[in-house]
DNA sequence: TTTTATGTAACTTATGATGTTTCTTAATGT
DNA sequence: ACATTAAGAAACATCATAAGTTACATAAAA
């Protein structure tokens, strides 16, 4: 399957946003990720409506960060750009009355709640700054 | 994206198989999953490569366990079905030297990396004789 | 008014599980 | 032997979604 990495994307162009500290248009970011301007607008579009962005059009204009880092989560970002699932792995029919079938969801998605949980706890707990000064993995 | 519900349709169909005590053809399964027989058998031929099913050919042919429920795990069938990542997200070009894409990408695979051990520990402590019995949530 | 830049719509591409058709191979029953 | 049953396997279509692309509208600054 085709992997999302509009998260990993948006997360780089952030911090250069911050230390470019200037507005830097959308060609430019596209060059930086190896894409072209219109997936960067489309991407960044969905940051611009929580307020982690701004954009300015003509002359001089682009995007630029309208929060500091310090006041954005990986989990920010995230809840920002998806509202689908983090996992590859799906449930069978659920509308199906076979209680092997019910036993068998329910511990996967037992499973896969948990790690879910993680994931956002841990994404809640990394402020962008944390990435501009050098990750440091756990 | 479209989920990979291989290991749900594996699980249900191998409690099933030992319930029945008897070889059950590609055709009843593919009906028990709402699907169709070569569907089955693909993914099927994955589990009898590692050992966990033996298929039969011919007249009361059919699938049967080879090994008991108490002895395979969730892991063991996710294992014997994927190579491909457990997760939706994915990173940015690896080759690139900024040292801003590599921080955001270590970040990103620092948790991603946390939370598949914890999916693969949990599945690893669930055997398939717990889904028979009726599986309790944590 | 020309240039620059975002905004947006519409369409194509890539990916991998899923679905489907068709044929081959092997084992059993008559 | 021959028909039937069932797995094995190849080839191709479908689906969903991020990504890529083309084209044009809109707004702001020189």
Redesign the pocket.
């Known amino acids: ?6 998260l990993s ?1 948006m997360l780089h162009v952030l911090v250069h946003l911050h230390q470019l500290q200037q ?5 430019q ?1 596209a060059l930086m ?7 960067v ?5 969905l940051l ?1 409506e929580q307020g982690y962005v701004s ?9 630029t960060l309208a929060k500091p880092l310090h006041e954005i989560t990986l989990l920010d970002i995230h809840r920002s750009l ?1 509202e ?1 699932s983090l996992f ?1 792995i ?1 449930l069978t029919d659920e509308h199906n009355n076979c209680p092997i079938e019910k036993a068998v969801n329910l511990a996967i998605d037992d499973v896969l709640q948990e790690a879910e949980a993680l994931v956002l706890q841990r994404f809640g707990e990394v402020t962008l700054d944390k990435l501009a000064a050098g990750y440091i993995p756990r």
């Open positions: 399957m085709r992997k999302d990495s509009r994307r507005a830097v248009t959308s060609d970011l990720l190896h894409t072209n301007p219109v997936v607008r489309r991407t960044m579009s611009r954009a300015v059009k003509g002359h001089g204009g682009g995007w998806s689908s590859t799906g």
